[in-house]
């Protein structure tokens, strides 16, 4: 057969030309001219896969040979067959793919498929530099590029599995039994501490407000005590006043009478002037009531004059911006007390509306929350906010709004004061004007007014003499009427008018009752000493001994008081040290409720994010829509084995899972969480096992496809060799490797040519891994035969090795109706000695039997001439073909 | 399962090498199931020896072809119910 190789597109690797039909010929020539390469191209046409041990031969194979025409004449009958290749079209794909259909084949001109072209021709190339060890290697090698591609179709799959197993488990994952029960566990143990936190602060505040209460009511009576010696001072005073006054209205009114009885008026002014003269008293103590009333209300106001329309609006306008800015400064300082508020108002309104409505989603945060949810979480954080304890800056402005409010009360009813006192001295002016009148018009009408006039003047003095007196009895009795009762901020009284008299504004012809008679100053002190005596039951138990001692006696209440007063200030000195320690146990009750406030909501914040993270994990693997959907039975199954009910499992992914299912040890949703948890955990790693399975098979195809390449690269060093990631293996791993190389080896020195070229037709050949030696048993001697693989390096092994590799082609020539056979690169390796009788066996044992046509190719041994000239001398006529520089020389085997 | 999804996925080109290679793969594998199941190996997983086989079998012949994928769903399917048969 005569083989052309003709580029036909730019560039392309060197390839030496022809082949001329010969049945046996030797081609020598320089090196890099093509003559390996037109070997392996014919092989690969062949169907063989010539690069498998070398992925970068492979590589530069297909970027490099271009486009390449193979054209095989001389065949039998005739025929041309003709192929056309483009290696571009190899590029990125592998050898065993690019093999099937490598280009387009003609045979006659004719497409033609390749298998008919493999069933005409077959070519096989045997490397005459690789011996016994070398071949060995490129087998193992073969088989490593083989795993290594596994390896990587494997990566890919599981990279594959990875990303949807991912979108599977991504709400799963999180959810997780281990520390689950001690989750719960702190969750209710910090519940139940919080409570008792706040029920100690409570008792330590009820203490605390006991204590206050009781200084205060001592405190109340100290003051009172103190007040209580000048105010009898001042009545004693006062009553003196009034008996004087009484006296002058006595002399006057006798005056008047006296006078009265001289005048004569007719019947009708005299009843007239009768019921005046007995009127105008009345109106008097009513001008004076409400001019006191209106004294009183200016010394609470702190004025000293009438305020005007303008300057009362004014005040209760200036008093309204200061109430709200205490208030909003409350606001900010307390912040506890300003989110109850709200918290009030919302729970309020979210209470209030419908029953139907409860279930409504109302708000998302993270999740979808209903409406009751909403109500309970704000219901729940207020209780514990009700722990945190007022600021004393905050309660002491709360006080302050609240007298605020008293002040702005009066400066409101200022108007109807100032009303009321002008109505008054209206009426009375309008008596003495009429009283004027009806006596100017009887005879000696000018003695009677003078005198009637003078006892107006005594009767007015003793009504200012008898208000004076009230207000130091209404003083006293303001005083010891306390009652021991403790004096709230701005619980004061309401405006209203003293003496207690009814109003009479509105009838002025209503009689009134005489004035009443002034208590004595003994009477008076009678009832101090009755009221020190009333307050016993109220003094603290410690000292009421000592109290009931300074009580008791008969000195004047003056002196008792001053006992009283000195026991007091041992009570409230006492009250005091206790008030600072109740404080102080109040302040600790409020820190212990702080720092169970942050542990509850911490072990809160642990159990809810696992219940938010259950539930959602439970709802994807019930969704029927979702990635879990075509596996629902399987789940249930899983479930039961998990302990939770097909049923349970359905109410916890449609239901809400609330913190309450776990703060009862016995709730029956408490043990369905759990089992949940575990049922989510379980999918998730069965689905995680499925992955790490995979893993487990690619990193096996990894773990041979290293050790193939690195074990192969140890035999021959002529292989390529490039470090790799040597991955650690279990030892047994490793065991399995070496004997299945042991194994493979061994097969492959057992054919039937290699034991009959080398190994003395023993029945089997084994080879050990650990020192790379090759045994047998020498049939006819039984003897046990062991060699080095090295060994076989020599040129006689060498020379038998090719024979057995020739003799292993022999079953090609019932595949094709041609065999072509390379000895590729002989004379490099095989003995000069033994180089003649390798083409003598060549020709009288191979050339015909396994093969049609036999090419040997050799590096060139001289110049092109010289090699031609000495071919010539043996009477052969060898060509020369330069460029590109090599020398075909027949075989004469005719 | 493991015949369906035999079937589902075309057959590769297979040659000794490759029989030869899976064979020791699906050594190798077994070998390191049996070192991880080990007591002392807590992260053991719980599915049957029966399904690790046939997973392990389904794969290896499979990911010799890249046109074949492994079908996702039937071998969660099958673990779920080894998993529940394995406990």
Same mark, same amino acid.
């Given at each position: 057969m005569r083989f052309q190789f003709e580029s036909t597109g730019p560039g392309g690797l060197p390839i030496i030309p022809v082949i001329p039909d010969h049945r046996l010929l030797t081609i020598e020539g320089r090196n890099g001219i093509g003559k390996t390469l037109a070997a392996r191209v014919l092989e690969f046409i062949s169907g063989e896969q010539p690069f498998t041990a070398l992925p970068n031969a492979w590589e530069s194979f297909c970027t490099d040979l271009g486009r390449l025409t193979v054209t095989i004449d001389g065949l039998p009958a005739g025929r041309v067959i003709k192929c056309e290749l483009d290696s571009k079209t190899w590029v990125g794909r592998r050898e065993s793919e690019c093999v099937v259909i490598p280009g387009a084949a003609f045979i006659n001109d004719e497409t033609a498929d390749w298998s008919d072209v493999r069933r005409i021709i077959q070519v096989r190339r045997i490397a005459g530099d690789e011996g016994l060890t070398e071949t060995l290697a490129r087998t193992l090698r073969e088989a490593s590029v083989s795993a290594r591609r596994l390896d990587q179709t494997a990566s890919t799959i599981v990279r594959r599995l990875g990303d949807e197993l991912r979108l599977l488990t991504d709400d799963l994952?999180? #959810?997780?039994? %281990?520390g689950l029960a001690e989750d719960v566990q702190q969750y209710r143990s910090a519940t139940g501490q919080l409570a008792n936190a706040q029920q100690a602060l409570t008792a330590a505040q009820e203490a605390h407000e006991q204590i206050v209460t009781a200084y205060q009511f001592h405190r109340a009576i100290d003051s009172t005590l103190e007040k209580l010696p000048a105010l009898v001072r001042d009545y004693g005073e006062a009553l003196a006043r009034h008996q004087s006054a009484e006296s002058a209205v006595a002399a006057a009114d006798k005056a008047l009478t006296e006078t009265g009885r001289q005048q004569k008026v007719d019947a009708d002014k005299a009843r007239q002037i009768e019921w005046l003269v007995g009127r105008l008293p009345h109106r008097l103590r009513h001008l004076a009531n409400a001019q006191v009333a209106e004294q009183q209300a200016h010394v609470r106001l702190g004025v000293t004059e009438r305020l005007s329309p303008i300057e009362i609006r004014d005040r209760i306008r200036q008093i309204d911006v200061m109430i709200k800015a205490l208030e909003e400064e409350n606001r900010s300082a307390y912040l506890a007390g300003t989110v109850r508020d709200a918290q009030i108002a919302i729970e309020g309104e979210l209470r209030a509306m419908p029953r139907n409505a409860q279930n409504e989603r109302i708000a998302t945060i993270g999740r979808d929350i209903r409406v009751h949810e909403l109500a309970d979480g704000i219901s729940t954080r207020r209780k514990q906010l009700e722990g945190v304890p007022k600021p004393d800056e905050v309660a002491q402005r709360e006080r302050t709004i609240l007298q605020l409010r008293n002040e702005q009360m009066w400066v409101a009813s200022l108007p109807d004061i100032y009303k009321r006192t002008e109505q008054k001295q209206k009426l009375v002016d309008e008596g003495t004007s009429e009283l004027a009148l009806l006596r100017g018009n009887a005879e000696d009408g000018d003695a009677l007014a003078a005198a009637d006039a003078s006892a107006a003047s005594a009767r007015r003095d003793l009504l200012i003499a008898a208000v004076s007196l009230r207000e130091c009895l209404a003083a006293i009795e303001a005083a010891i009427g306390l009652g021991g009762e403790a004096v709230e901020p701005g619980a004061e009284e309401e405006p209203a008018l003293l +003496? +207690? %008299? #009814? &109003? &009479?504004d509105a009838d002025d012809d209503v009689d009134d009752t005489e004035l009443p008679v002034p208590r004595t100053l003994e009477e008076v002190e009678a009832t101090i000493a009755a009221w020190l005596a009333g307050v016993t039951d109220g003094i603290d138990k410690r000292f009421a001994t000592h109290w009931d001692g300074a009580v008791a006696g008969s000195e004047p209440v003056l002196s008792r008081i001053e006992r009283c007063t000195a026991v007091l200030a041992e009570v409230l000195a006492t009250l005091a040290k206790d008030r600072e320690a109740a404080q102080r146990r109040r302040d600790e009750a409020a820190v212990e409720v702080s720092g169970a406030i942050v542990t509850q909501r911490r072990a809160e914040d642990v159990a809810s994010t696992r219940l938010e993270r259950l539930g959602m994990a439970l709802r994807t693997l019930r969704d029927d829509g979702g990635p879990w959907g075509s596996h629902l039975g399987a789940l249930d199954a899983v479930a039961l084995k998990c302990g939770l009910a097909v049923d349970s499992l359905n109410d916890l992914a449609t239901g809400e899972l609330a913190l309450s299912d776990l703060l009862e040890e016995e709730e029956p949703r408490g043990a369905a969480i759990a089992a949940a948890t575990r049922f989510v955990e379980a999918v998730a790693e069965i689905t995680a096992e499925l992955e790490s399975s995979a893993v487990r098979v690619r990193d096996q195809w990894s773990n041979a496809a290293n050790y193939l390449y690195k074990f192969s690269g140890d035999l021959s060093t002529r292989l390529d060799h490039h470090p790799f990631d040597e991955r650690s293996m279990r030892a047994s791993a490793g065991k399995v490797l070496t004997e299945w190389a042991e194994s493979t080896i061994s097969e492959l020195l057992s054919s039937p040519e290699l034991r009959a070229e080398l190994f003395d037709n023993s029945a089997s050949v084994t080879f050990n891994i650990s020192d790379l030696t090759v045994s047998w048993i020498e049939p006819e001697t039984k003897r046990r035969r062991r060699r080095p693989l090295e060994a076989f390096s020599s040129g006689e092994q060498v020379f038998a090795y090719t024979k057995a590799k020739l003799e292993r082609l022999r079953s090609l020539r019932s595949q094709a109706e041609t065999v072509v056979v390379f000895l590729d690169e002989f004379g490099a390796f095989v003995a000069r000695d033994r180089f003649a009788q390798l083409v003598t066996y060549v020709q009288h044992d191979a050339l015909g039997v396994i093969a049609d046509q036999i090419v040997v190719t050799v590096p060139l041994s001289g110049e092109l001439e010289q090699v031609r000239d000495n071919a010539s001398l043996a009477n052969v006529e060898a060509e020369v073909y330069d460029p590109p520089g090599y020398v075909v020389i027949p075989a004469n085997v005719d | 399962m493991t015949d369906k999804l035999r079937n589902s996925a075309p057959v590769p080109p297979q040659d000794t090498t490759i029989d030869s290679l899976t064979e020791l793969v699906e050594r190798l594998v077994k070998v390191d199931l049996d070192a991880a199941n080990q007591p002392e190996q807590p992260e053991a997983s719980q599915l049957s020896a029966e399904y690790r086989a046939s997973l392990q079998a389904l794969l290896t012949p499979e990911m010799s072809s890249e046109e074949s994928e492994p079908d996702l769903h039937a071998l969660l399917e099958a673990a779920l119910r080894s998993w529940v048969d394995g406990q």
């Open positions: 994952i999180q #959810v997780r039994s %281990e +003496g +207690g %008299e #009814v &109003d &009479d | -």
